[in-house]
Nanobody
Framework: QVQLVESGGGLVQPGGSLRLSCAAS????????MTWYRQAPGKERELVAF????????TYADSVKGRFTISRDNAKNTMYLQMNSLKPEDTAVYYC?????????WGQGTQVTVSS
């Protein structure tokens, strides 16, 4: 059974940090490109960061460049998102996504709230 399970979300003050994790099971994690998306209330889901299956290339949304870092550990079947200098506008549900050709998997999401 394919599973993507996000964790690490929570409430943090502006300027703080969080590290999200996405644990994968039921498929060959190292064969899939991985992406973090987020969706704020009343807004469309948007791409936050992307990493290739080998981890040799990454892409970020302009809004998070220099603050967020995506990484993966294929030996642990896990992807990460280190989020620093968090802003209230980063508040959203964060989802992980796995893609390989026509196979697309989504996690259930983890809430990140940035507020004082």
């Amino acid at each position: 059974q394919v599973q993507l399970v996000e964790s690490g979300g929570g409430l943090v003050q502006p300027g703080g940090s969080l590290r999200l994790s996405c644990a994968a099971s039921g498929f060959t994690f190292s064969s899939y490109h991985m992406t973090w998306y987020r969706q704020a209330p009343g807004k469309e889901r948007e791409l936050v960061a992307f990493i290739t299956r080998t981890g040799d290339s990454t892409t970020y949304a302009d809004s998070v460049k220099g603050r967020f870092t995506i990484s993966r550990d294929n030996a642990k079947n896990t992807m990460y998102l280190q989020m620093n200098s968090l802003k209230p506008e980063d508040t959203a549900v964060y989802y992980c996504n796995a893609v390989r050709t026509t196979n697309i998997y989504w996690g259930q999401g983890t809430q990140v709230t940035v507020s004082s």
